[in-house]
């Protein structure tokens, strides 16, 4: 265990569908992340939140929008996604600005759009 | 922006031997480095992270290298162990702000027992 916690583990969505994907950490941290990861690529950052402000859009298309109530809870709303949006979802927390590096991973949410 | 990539992506080796897994990165500017592993069916986890200001950085059973010359990182796992099984990323990034690393694409280690 991580301290980092998403869910659901798997999904599979239709493409007119609407879904939400949740991420919590009690960690403590300040810093939140939502990745995508395809088979055979990089990790891609989607955006990050900062003390709940969005500080990083990695020109993400509009089908998908993060929502950070607090520190420790962040979700990724997805509607209208097409098959190529099938991935494993990651999230992931750290703290920043305190000299330490490493981000703490979810287990991820397997996406498949069908 | 930076690029960050590895140079194989599968090695496989025998149980006790030493795994090196390699890396290399665009920008100079990076301040850190870092390696995760990735277990099938879970999330990267840390394992050793190393500063620009380092060449070598130990850890338990893993040693990272650093050559800011040719902008090379290397993972060293020694006694490798079927436990060790796993996607590798190195990731590097700057200071200031989130820490957002660049990750690299994953050399998939295999240990055979």
């Known amino acids: 265990e991580t301290g980092v916690t998403q869910t659901p583990r798997h999904l599979v969505m239709g493409m007119t569908n609407k879904k939400s994907l949740k991420c919590e950490q009690h960690?403590?941290?300040?810093?939140m992340y939502w990745y995508k990861q395809s088979a055979k690529k990089p990790l891609e950052l989607m955006f990050v939140?900062?003390?709940?402000?969005?500080?990083e859009n990695n020109s993400v298309p509009s089908r998908f929008s993060p929502e950070c109530p607090n520190s420790s809870h962040l979700f990724l709303h997805l509607h209208t996604l097409q098959p190529e949006d099938s991935a494993l979802y990651l999230c992931?927390?750290?703290?920043?600005?305190?000299?330490?590096?490493?981000?703490?991973f979810g287990q991820g949410t397997r996406l498949t759009v069908v | 922006g930076e690029s960050v990539g590895l140079h194989l992506p599968t090695l496989s080796v025998q149980e006790g031997d030493n795994s090196i897994i390699n890396c290399a990165y665009s920008?100079?500017?990076?301040?850190?480095f870092i390696w995760y592993k990735q277990e099938s069916g879970k999330g990267p986890q840390f394992i050793i992270d190393?500063?620009?200001?380092?060449d070598k950085r130990q850890g338990q059973r893993v040693t990272v290298l650093l050559n800011k010359t040719v902008k090379h990182l290397s993972l060293q796992i020694a006694a490798t162990q079927p436990g060790d099984s796993a996607v590798y990323f190195c990731a590097a990034g700057r200071e200031g702000g989130s820490y957002i690393p660049t990750f690299g694409r994953g050399t998939s280690l295999i240990v055979h027992p």
């Open positions: 939140y900062n003390f709940k402000e969005q500080t």
């Open positions: 992931a927390s750290s703290q920043p600005g305190t000299g330490n590096t490493e981000a703490f």
């Open positions: 190393i500063r620009s200001n380092m």
């Open positions: 920008n100079s500017a990076s301040d850190y």
């Open positions: 960690l403590g941290h300040n810093a």
